[in-house]
């Protein structure tokens, strides 16, 4: 009985600690990562509504209004055409009506020439003096007949690169910089920055910035160290030292991760041994009650049966005589009472055993179903953890 409670409590233990650790709150993605992610997605999505809702779509109508409802949907893109084989425009609709503009030819278009000859995706962007950036991306619609593959068409996009990033309000602080000029900003304020390009297909010369680490940030508000003239030695431990803090900086998401998890299996653990300590001592008591129990009723037993022993009436004596009279010989006490005290012990104490193998078999019935109630959930805990573990590697 000890160890199946202690199997429970583990069980319990081991799915509080995986609820927790699932509870847990996830690291922010880089801001650079977080926009690449998201260029990225509305890529898919496009080829998506081509593929699964325009293309099979029976007239030219229904084509039009799954554009015209895909870009309701993602308010970054803000026209989209639809060409044939020939360069001429099937669809050319955007968010203002599903209806299409007048078919024209594009075929002499670059962007047409580089799908149809190289069979692969073009990326390009065009921007205003005010800082308005477009960027253009378009593919190739072919179909394969034995060992060639044919054009048969092509879809293209204009997405406003401001309206795309302004969906984005999951990302850590950043800022986009064009021509000189910021043109878009995400919880920015007056910080220390680094700079680099942005990882956006298509862009060109446009950069983002993001706040450097904290050890490494310069704030004007803080007190500056002074100046000695020893500044060789000194200059070079502080490097050291910003050097140390900036490593320290990057791994902190994993490590702070770690020891969370860490943290989380070290309290499950001691709240198990804590249990496994008190269903043992709970069972050495009951072992030790048991036994008190059992010395005791022996002991009621046996007083009862002195009892019933010297309560019986002794033989009287015969009178003196002038001759003494040999004593009759003296009977044991009670032999008959003390047979039926016995018999009636035994079949209690029959009665009582069978009860209890009843009530044994009943709760061994009861505990093995627990068992495999409990085997079926640890099966699925270890299935999850397992799932947990691929997932935290993967990240």
Same mark, same amino acid.
């Given at each position: 009985?000890? !160890?199946?409670?202690?199997?429970?409590?583990?069980?319990?233990?081991?799915?509080?600690?995986?609820?927790?650790?699932?509870?847990?709150?996830?690291?922010?993605?880089?801001?650079?990562?977080?926009?690449?992610?998201?260029?990225?997605? #509305? *890529?898919?999505?496009?080829?998506?509504?081509?593929? =699964? %809702?325009?293309?099979?779509?029976?007239?030219?109508? #229904?084509?039009?209004?799954?554009?015209?409802?895909?870009?309701?949907?993602?308010?970054?893109?803000?026209?989209?055409?639809? $060409?044939?084989?020939?360069?001429?425009?099937?669809?050319?609709?955007?968010?203002?009506?599903?209806?299409?503009?007048?078919?024209? &030819? $594009?075929?002499?278009?670059?962007?047409?020439?580089?799908?149809?000859?190289?069979?692969?995706?073009?990326?390009?962007?065009?921007?205003?003096?005010?800082?308005?950036?477009?960027?253009?991306?378009?593919?190739?619609?072919?179909?394969?007949?034995?060992? *060639?593959?044919?054009?048969?068409?092509?879809?293209?996009? /204009?997405? %406003?690169?401001?309206?795309?990033?302004?969906?984005?309000?999951?990302?850590?602080?950043?800022?986009?910089?064009?021509?000189?000029?910021?043109?878009?900003?995400?919880?920015?304020?007056?910080?220390? /920055?680094?700079?680099?390009?942005?990882?956006?297909?298509?862009?060109?010369?446009?950069?983002?910035?993001?706040? !450097?680490?904290?050890?490494?940030?310069?704030?004007?508000?803080?007190?500056?160290?002074?100046?000695?003239?020893?500044?060789?030695?000194?200059?070079?431990?502080?490097?050291?030292?910003?050097?140390?803090?900036? %490593?320290?900086?990057?791994?902190?998401?994993?490590?702070?991760?770690?020891?969370?998890?860490?943290? /989380?299996?070290?309290?499950?653990?001691?709240? #198990?041994?804590?249990?496994?300590?008190?269903?043992?001592?709970?069972?050495?008591?009951?072992?030790?009650? &048991?036994?008190?129990?059992?010395?005791?009723? %022996?002991?009621?037993?046996?007083?009862?049966?002195?009892? @019933? @022993?010297?309560?019986?009436?002794?033989?009287?004596?015969?009178?003196?005589?002038?001759?003494?009279?040999?004593?009759?010989?003296?009977?044991?006490?009670?032999?008959?009472?003390?047979?039926?005290? &016995?018999? =009636?012990?035994?079949?209690?104490?029959?009665? #009582? /055993?069978?009860?209890?193998? !009843?009530?044994?078999?009943?709760?061994?019935?009861?505990?093995? !179903?627990?068992?495999?109630?409990?085997?079926?959930?640890?099966?699925?805990?270890?299935?999850? $953890?397992?799932?947990? =573990?691929? *997932?935290?590697?993967?990240?």
């Amino acid at each position: 009985m000890t !160890k199946i409670l202690i199997k429970i409590m583990m069980t319990a233990a081991l799915s509080a600690t995986i609820n927790t650790a699932s509870a847990a709150p996830a690291a922010p993605i880089p801001a650079k990562q977080r926009i690449e992610r998201e260029f990225r997605l #509305l *890529e898919t999505a496009l080829a998506r509504c081509m593929y =699964e %809702d325009v293309i099979p779509s029976p007239d030219i109508e #229904l084509m039009n209004r799954a554009l015209y409802e895909f870009m309701r949907d993602n308010p970054g893109v803000t026209r989209i055409l639809r $060409v044939n084989a020939g360069g001429f425009t099937v669809n050319d609709v955007t968010p203002e009506s599903p209806r299409s503009a007048p078919p024209r &030819s $594009v075929s002499g278009q670059r962007w047409f020439q580089h799908i149809s000859q190289g069979k692969a995706p073009y990326y390009s962007m065009e921007a205003t003096p005010d800082g308005q950036i477009t960027l253009f991306y378009a593919w190739p619609l072919t179909a394969s007949s034995g060992a *060639e593959t044919a054009v048969t068409g092509g879809f293209a996009a /204009y997405i %406003d690169l401001v309206s795309q990033l302004a969906l984005i309000d999951d990302a850590p602080p950043f800022r986009i910089r064009y021509a000189g000029r910021a043109i878009f900003q995400h919880d920015w304020d007056d910080l220390d /920055y680094d700079e680099e390009a942005l990882p956006v297909k298509g862009a060109r010369d446009v950069m983002i910035q993001t706040p !450097k680490p904290i050890p490494t940030r310069l704030d004007p508000r803080a007190p500056q160290a002074p100046k000695t003239k020893s500044g060789g030695a000194q200059s070079q431990a502080s490097e050291t030292r910003d050097d140390e803090e900036e %490593d320290v900086y990057r791994t902190a998401p994993g490590k702070k991760k770690a020891d969370a998890v860490g943290g /989380y299996m070290n309290k499950a653990l001691f709240v #198990l041994l804590l249990l496994i300590v008190i269903m043992l001592a709970y069972s050495t008591m009951g072992d030790r009650i &048991s036994r008190m129990l059992r010395a005791w009723n %022996d002991t009621r037993s046996m007083r009862a049966l002195s009892h @019933t @022993t010297t309560s019986m009436p002794a033989v009287p004596a015969a009178p003196d005589t002038q001759q003494q009279q040999p004593l009759p010989p003296m009977l044991p006490p009670q032999p008959v009472v003390t047979k039926v005290i &016995s018999s =009636e012990r035994a079949e209690k104490a029959e009665k #009582l /055993y069978k009860e209890q193998q !009843k009530t044994i078999a009943k709760m061994a019935e009861l505990i093995r !179903k627990k068992i495999d109630v409990m085997e079926s959930k640890i099966d699925a805990l270890s299935k999850r $953890v397992e799932s947990l =573990e691929r *997932e935290i590697e993967k990240k």
